[in-house]
């Protein structure tokens, strides 16, 4: 049976970059995975996410993402249901993900890493955050979604990496090939 690869989740601030971080270190033919994509994937194909959110919101919010989003980032009992019914997926998906991963390592990004308990899950964290102005820019109505948020600085300091994302998509690429060169030398 295959050895589970060093198991790296990378987090941060809404905007930031993570995803930034995890396409460069696809680009290097490391195993990636988003809890994004995975959630998007669950809420179009998953047959009882479907019909748990038809019966709470009514057929036309079923794979509507966008109406989603509207009606929990005004309501957060809203929010906290949909993550209840979302969160056990999204990481019992992950986790059968990293057992069938057959590489040395290999990167998760998980946006509410820390707010779910789930550095637990990984060896290593990565944090990338990024200035206010900056991700303002990249995502409009930011600071009402990150009121529940920890702070970075909290982030940072619990991370094992941490980059501020405010440069060019050069240096963030520099800073993912010295994750990966200083978890897995080449």
Not at 43 to 55: C, M, P, S
Not at 104 to 128: C, H, I, M, N, S
Not at 131 to 142: Q, T
């Amino acid at each position: 049976m295959a050895r589970r690869p060093l198991a790296v989740a990378i987090t941060g601030g809404i905007a930031a970059g993570k995803s930034e971080v995890l396409a460069a270190l696809a680009r290097r033919g490391t195993a990636t995975l988003s809890a994004d994509e995975v959630v998007h994937r669950l809420l179009a194909e998953d047959e009882g996410v479907r019909e748990a959110i038809r019966a709470r919101w009514g057929d036309e919010a079923v794979g509507d993402r966008k109406r989603i989003a509207e009606i929990v980032f005004h309501d957060r009992a809203e929010l906290d249901w949909l993550e209840q019914l979302l969160h056990p997926r999204t990481r019992a998906a992950a986790d059968a993900w990293l057992a069938t991963v057959d590489a040395p390592v290999a990167f998760v990004e998980v946006p509410l890493l820390y707010e779910t308990g789930g550095q637990t899950r990984f060896d290593k964290v990565v944090v990338v955050t990024a200035s206010a102005d900056v991700r303002e820019k990249r995502r409009e109505g930011l600071a009402e979604r990150e009121a529940r948020l920890i702070s970075d600085d909290e982030k940072v300091r619990r991370a094992d990496f941490a980059y501020v994302n405010d440069g060019s998509l050069d240096d963030l690429d520099a800073f993912a090939a010295g994750v990966l060169e200083a978890l897995w030398p080449s």
